[in-house]
């Protein structure tokens, strides 16, 4: 019995620090609100009415964790999914938001997997609204979506990828260097391959971060490059985020955006605002966004919220106040006209 009670005990001490070697973290966001888009068709003045999610933070499932491999190594995973909690999620559950593994330790990090750009962590970081909701910033793939002509897959993420990120030792000296394998062997075409790096300071109230990108499109014309530059400081009762970068094409496309927005704490709320300008290279079919919104903390998990939005095109230029969800369906949109959104909603972390 005394055999059996030591074997139990040193079991249980066994299965304790092997515990205490590793954790795993179960987290998420549900967010979601109700939206009404109006824009100006060819047909006339059109809205829609209807439940949006993500419009303050991305509504999302993941699991992470990491353990201790001992010689200050560690090892590391990350899978997160989308939710579109507006519906259930009819679809099924995938993992397409982050599905990464990791090797850290002081030289660094090594991240193999499904990841977010170089270039996409500016556009986010440095806009008041995190590119979300009916606020966000349309500096994401803005000439367009991938076609057979034009390729803009990794404006967010690129699948395939290895990361080498610096050690957050470097005195708020921070960077990230991605390629990204396009896997295309279709024809030999290199549709997809990725290149970028990302590199930023970050002490006290100031931070800034500069990013260069290219992906490679089946042709020449068809890659995609990104180039971006952004800055916050916190002045302590407001704090203001600027943004320039510009995309373009092999075949001559180019787009630069610019924009300047603040957050400004109210009580147990903020104040959010952003403003920003779009200029399409050797053509008048510009356009520039315009969003107000407010944040009220219930807690440290949940918060109410409220935005507004407007969009004015010049040209025939045809962007759209637009959010997860919801959206206009078998309407032309017209050129050259303002376009409006408005959102209200609860968004709760865990």
Do not use: C
Request: no cysteine; hydrophobic share 40%; glycine share 16%.
């Amino acid at each position: 019995m005394k055999k059996s009670l030591l074997a139990l005990a040193a079991l249980g001490m066994f299965a304790g620090a092997a515990s205490a070697q590793s954790t795993v973290t179960l987290f998420g966001i549900v967010d979601a609100g109700i939206a009404r888009l109006s824009a100006k068709t060819t047909t006339g003045s059109k809205s829609v009415t209807g439940m949006t999610n993500s419009g303050l933070n991305s509504s999302r499932l993941g699991f992470r964790g990491v353990e201790d491999l001992g010689g200050g190594m560690k090892a590391g995973f990350h899978i997160e999914g989308q939710l579109t909690n507006d519906d259930g999620n009819a679809a099924g559950q995938t993992w397409q938001r982050r599905s990464t593994v990791s090797l850290m330790g002081g030289f660094g990090e090594v991240r193999l997997g499904r990841d977010y750009t170089p270039n996409f962590w500016n556009t986010t970081i440095y806009d008041p609204f995190g590119t979300n909701g009916v606020g966000q910033s349309l500096t994401v793939a803005m000439i367009g979506a991938a076609t057979a002509t034009q390729n803009s897959a990794a404006a967010v993420r690129s699948n395939n990828s290895v990361s080498y990120f610096l050690p957050g030792n470097l005195g708020g000296f921070h960077g990230q260097v991605m390629v990204a394998f396009g896997e295309n062997v279709s024809g030999g075409a290199k549709t997809n391959n990725y290149l970028g790096f990302r590199f930023g300071y970050a002490a006290g109230p100031l931070s800034l971060a500069g990013a260069y990108a290219k992906t490679e499109g089946a042709t020449d014309a068809a890659d995609t490059k990104y180039m971006n530059f952004g800055a916050s400081y916190n002045m302590g009762f407001m704090s203001i985020l600027g943004f320039v970068g510009n995309e373009k094409t092999g075949g001559g496309a180019k787009v630069q955006a610019m924009q300047i927005g603040v957050t400004v704490p109210l009580g147990q709320g903020e104040l959010r605002a952003a403003y920003g300008d779009y200029d399409v290279s050797n053509s008048s079919n510009d356009w520039n966004k315009l969003a107000l919104g407010y944040g009220y903390n219930l807690s440290k998990r949940t918060q109410m919220y409220t935005t507004f939005a407007r969009v004015s095109n010049k040209g025939a230029q045809t962007k759209i106040v637009a959010n997860n969800g919801l959206g206009f369906s078998g309407v032309t949109i017209a050129g050259g006209k303002a376009h409006s959104g408005f959102e209200f909603g609860v968004r709760h972390s865990f």
